[in-house]
């Protein structure tokens, strides 16, 4: 097997595949290594059998035990996707509020070809100007809420690419991917156009959530409108990667055939969810330049000098191989690209006074600030056929929203379409909304039974509504990511160790818009029926919340894993330069959500191709 | 059914099998049961061995409804065994079973990776839905147990086997008749099927399935006409993917035979009322202490009443190949009940999205 490359790309996902499409086309020579198996969609398969199916048990399967040693939740259960780590297998730990590890699903990106792309909800927004220039917009502020100790300010970083640079790739991501939406209100420049392909038409219910959004804006007084959530899915055929929406039996295109609630959590047998896989791999797949290598896992990374000179790795068998690359880019996800420098840097002591020369590898670690609202609206409507959002607004990101409620950064707002369709998944996140936590709440609801059972249904089956909000995390040194002193994967390598904590202007932040989540409800619901009671309706009534209340807040990432190494114009300030390469590593890249060093107030992904879209070209230059 | 089997292709068996197998260490010498209880205890989701998936290749039937065992005209799986030896070890490892030739040992084929030996041995028959059966690897000389799944079967000559079964199998395999009587009893309670709209819906439903349907389906399922299976498929639940929750059962249910025999003495608890096990479940439920119960043997009944309720609804309402939901009456029962009530049209289309034979769409397999 060729074991030298011009680049050797290490994750299929988000912050690689970019990377890996835009190099082999040019003749590069490319390896993908991928942990996760290569698991298709129907069309690329004889007889058309799908690799997935559209099978709530896929989404998250049988209970399995926790069983591993030293963590306090070990004999609890947990339940996780069939493209999932095993949690037994490879441990994720964080330090819970009493200050004891446990192990977490929470913030474990799915690991096959594609990565988390495959699984994702596949809303795709673009940051604001703001997201990029935090420092800047908060140095000198009166008036922030929840912050008395001045870290704001201090831990504030800007970016050191501005929107104008980012958003020729933005758009260039957008048309790679295969994204629908429109960008007409979103708060954002949009000089260059957007790629987006039309999207398809709302779930009625919706319409809730864009009245409320719409009387929200007023209510700000912004008049800042609603727009249809840019997602992830194609509605035309979809030239850059070759899909095409499926034809009827007459050959007409049915882009309906893509609007199912199997969507977030599951991969599309369909392939019109843009995974990376769809969209940038399987376009340059049959080039004699590209390599994909599935089910090998990366275990070090080895150096001389300032170069990366080897990619180690362990093939199916289990047996070690190396490989060279000119270029090495690690991309696969926060945590575990996090890790693989740190365990390369305990095996190489040049590679770790390089990585480690400023004591930030692993440092700001960062996930989102989310929550929103939820209840039960007035009328039922047929969930199951439905995408992960409709409607967003940014009416809470302008810069006026954030001064005028003293906050260092805002957020997009967005209505959740597919959640709680499909009866398992109403059940199991019945009471709790979190991966660690499913069933928990069912489960122990004894008196939901019977014609119990029935009034549950008839109250809740298709008639919930929520509206979340996704916004930046205050960056605090002391999150982090490292290795675990005591607990091992399957390999016996040092496990993630994850340690967080809310910022109190995280929490004022997030009452603060789920507050804003709330009134859309409320304002939504009234607009089409005043007389219906939906702070009481249903056996909870409205809710609304941050993710900081929850019992497991600390462990909480919404699969939004970033920060750990971030990137920056300063040496001493950041583990990357500004084209996302290690400041003494001079062939070493990091692509994935870790470059971040502000969690940005959206859905991280599209930011990520973007940002390796730029790397890529970067990457071209050097080549 | 294939007899001869055929060579799965390398990369469909990697992806299978990478996630759960591959670890560090060697895999266990062939018919050292302590070191393979040991390796089986570490992988965390043994029960996926040997693989059951759907026929790969060529299109099949799909208009065909389920049949009953010995049917081979009907859905299939693709079962494909797999054995984890030493790359380079090459000691012929073959499969026989009740899917096949029991006189004559197939030879599972090398998985290569990269054109090298990944010490996956891997063999596919294809085996129709609906059926379960033993089978033994030969590994040099010696007949040894999949070292891998745990599923076992002791034959009547005393013997163990390794099995499986394959998707949609409708009889009782490892509860015993009681228990299966007590868990209806129990589960009845949970779900929203015994109403008599609801009820009326079941018979309604079973009677308009189509006729191959209706044979595969509603003789082969415990009291069909006022469940949707889920007995049966819980029963499946245990013998595989929650076999470590079969103790739960085992013991709940021989403790709650006794409480229901205790409280009503003149009554086999199978003929109780519901009121007796409405009692019983809301006394366990509460955590307050139970007359009778055993608590040395289990502490803790509310976590078997939790236990029990995700079980219900997972098999009443998950994909009918676990066995439950059969002929996806649970979620038929979902369609009717809510519809909208201008436009007549059900407000859970979930045919839509699922490919043919349980669905209507046409776009994938």
Not at chain 1, 12 to 28: E, T, W
Not at chain 1, 563 to 577: K, P
Not at chain 2, 183 to 204: D, G, K, M, S, W
Not at chain 2, 216 to 228: G, M, N
Request: hydrophobic share 35%.
């Amino acid at each position: 097997m060729q074991d030298r490359f011009d680049v050797v790309i290490i994750g299929s996902g988000a912050g690689g595949a970019p990377i890996a499409n835009r190099l082999a086309l040019k003749g590069k020579s490319v390896l993908v290594l991928e942990k996760g198996p290569h698991l298709r969609p129907h069309y690329q398969l004889p007889g058309k059998r799908s690799d997935f199916r559209r099978d709530e048990l896929y989404a998250s399967g049988p209970e399995k035990v926790l069983r591993v040693p030293g963590v306090a939740n070990a004999g609890e259960s947990y339940y996780g996707s069939h493209a999932e780590p095993d949690l037994n297998d490879e441990p994720h730990v964080y330090r819970g509020a009493d200050g004891r590890d446990r192990a977490t699903i929470e913030g474990y990106t799915a690991q096959l070809v594609g990565g988390g792309t495959q699984l994702y909800g596949g809303v795709s927004l673009r940051f604001t100007p703001t997201d990029l220039k935090l420092k800047t917009f908060n140095t000198g502020r009166a008036g922030l809420k929840g912050d008395p100790a001045g870290d704001v300010e201090r831990e504030a970083r800007d970016w050191p690419v501005e929107y104008s640079e980012l958003e020729p790739f933005y758009k260039l991501a957008e048309e790679l991917v295969g994204i629908n939406g429109t960008s007409a209100n979103q708060q954002k420049p949009f000089a260059g156009g957007d790629g987006y392909q039309p999207p398809l038409t709302p779930n009625p219910i919706s319409r809730y959530a864009h009245d409320g959004m719409v009387a929200l804006g007023r209510r700000l007084g912004s008049d800042v409108l609603p727009y249809r959530a840019p997602l992830a899915v194609i509605t035309r055929d979809h030239a850059p990667s070759g899909r095409e929406v499926p034809r009827t039996a007459a050959g007409v295109p049915d882009p309906e055939a893509a609007r199912t609630s199997f969507v977030n959590r599951y991969g599309d047998p369909l392939g019109l969810k843009s995974n990376t896989w769809v969209a940038f791999l399987s376009p340059v797949a049959d080039r004699e330049n590209f390599t994909l290598l599935a089910n090998c896992v990366a275990t070090r990374l080895s150096s001389a000098g300032d170069r990366v000179t080897r990619v180690h790795y362990l093939d199916p068998a289990g047996a070690e191989r190396a490989v060279e690359g000119r270029y090495v880019v690690v991309a696969c996800s926060a945590i575990e690209s996090v890790r693989l420098l740190q365990l390369s840097a305990r095996q190489d002591a040049n590679f770790s006074r390089r990585i480690n020369h400023n004591d930030l590898l692993g440092r700001y670690f960062l996930t989102h600030c989310f929550g929103g609202a939820r209840a039960l609206v007035p009328g039922r409507f047929d969930k199951s056929k439905a995408l992960d959002a409709d409607w967003a607004t940014d009416c809470c990101a302008t810069d006026a929203f954030l001064r005028a409620e003293g906050l260092w950064a805002g957020g997009a707002i967005y209505n959740n379409t597919s959640d709680q369709a499909l009866p398992l998944s109403l059940f199991r996140t019945h009471g709790s909304q979190d991966l660690d936590t499913l069933w928990k709440g069912f489960a122990g609801d004894a008196a939901m039974r019977a014609d119990g059972f029935i009034d549950f249904l008839d109250r809740e089956f298709g008639r919930g509504l929520s509206v979340s909000f996704m916004a930046n995390q205050v960056p605090q040194r002391e999150n982090r990511v490292g290795l675990h002193p005591s607990v091992v994967d399957k390999w016996g390598r040092p496990s993630a160790y994850v340690v967080k904590t809310w910022h109190p202007h995280d929490e004022y932040l997030m009452r603060v818009l789920a507050e804003q989540c709330a009134e859309v409800l409320r304002a939504g619901v009234r607009a089409s029926d005043p007389g219906y009671d939906i702070e009481r309706r249903g056996a909870g009534g409205l809710s609304w919340g941050g993710i900081y209340q929850a019992e497991n807040a600390l462990a909480r990432m919404a699969n939004h894993i970033l920060g750990g190494a971030r990137f920056g114009g300063d040496e001493a300030d950041s583990v990357l330069d500004p084209t996302c390469r290690a400041w003494r590593l001079d062939n070493l890249y990091v692509t994935d959500g870790s470059f971040m060093p502000t969690s940005g107030g959206g859905n991280p992904t599209l930011t990520i191709q973007a940002n390796a879209l730029r790397v890529a070209e970067h990457l071209l230059a050097r080549l | 059914m294939s007899s001869r089997g055929s060579r799965p292709d390398d990369e469909y068996v990697l992806n299978e099998c990478v996630k759960h197998l591959s670890r560090a260490g060697d895999p266990p010498p062939a018919g050292d049961e302590d070191a393979a209880s040991a390796f089986r205890s570490r992988v965390a989701e043994a029960w996926r061995f040997p693989m059951i998936g759907l026929p790969r290749g060529v299109p099949v039937d799909t208009s065909a409804s389920a049949e009953s065992q010995g049917n081979t005209s009907g859905p299939e799986n693709l079962v494909t065994f797999v054995y984890k030896a030493r790359p380079g070890d090459r000691t012929e490892v073959a499969v026989l079973g009740t899917f096949a030739t029991l006189f004559d040992p197939l030879p599972l084929r090398e998985v290569l990776f990269d054109g090298e030996d990944t010490g996956y041995r891997a063999l596919s028959f294809t085996v129709p839905a609906g059926q379960v059966h033993t089978y033994k690897f030969r590994v040099g000389s010696r007949f040894v147990l999949d070292p891998v799944n745990p599923q076992r079967e002791r034959t009547g000559d005393g013997r163990l086997w390794s099995r499986f079964f394959t998707e949609g199998y409708l009889q009782p395999l490892i509860l015993e008749l009681w228990e299966l009587r007590l868990l209806y009893r129990l589960v009845e309670q949970i779900l929203p099927f015994r109403t008599a709209e609801a009820e009326n819906f079941l018979r309604r439903y079973y009677f308009g399935l189509d006729k191959a349907a209706r044979n595969s389906a509603v003789p082969a399922a415990f009291r069909l006409d006022e469940s949707v299976g889920e007995v049966n498929a819980i029963d499946k639940l245990l013998a595989r993917e929650e076999a470590h929750r079969l103790a739960d059962y085992r013991v709940c249910l021989k403790q709650i035979d006794r409480v229901l025999r205790l409280r009503n003495s003149a009554t086999d608890p199978y003929e109780m009322p519901a009121s007796d096990y409405i009692d019983l479940y809301t006394d366990m439920a509460s955590g307050g202490p139970i007359a009778g119960w055993d608590y040395a043997a289990y502490g803790n009944p509310a976590f078997f009443i939790a236990l029990l309720r995700r079980h219900a609804v997972t098999t009443a309402f998950s994909h009918p190949k676990y066995a439950g939901n059969v002929g996806a009456a649970g979620w038929a029962y979902l369609s009717e009940r809510y519809v909208d009530p201008v436009k007549r049209e059900t407000l859970f289309d979930w045919p839509a999205a699922l490919e043919r034979p349980l669905g209507t769409s046409d776009y994938y397999r």
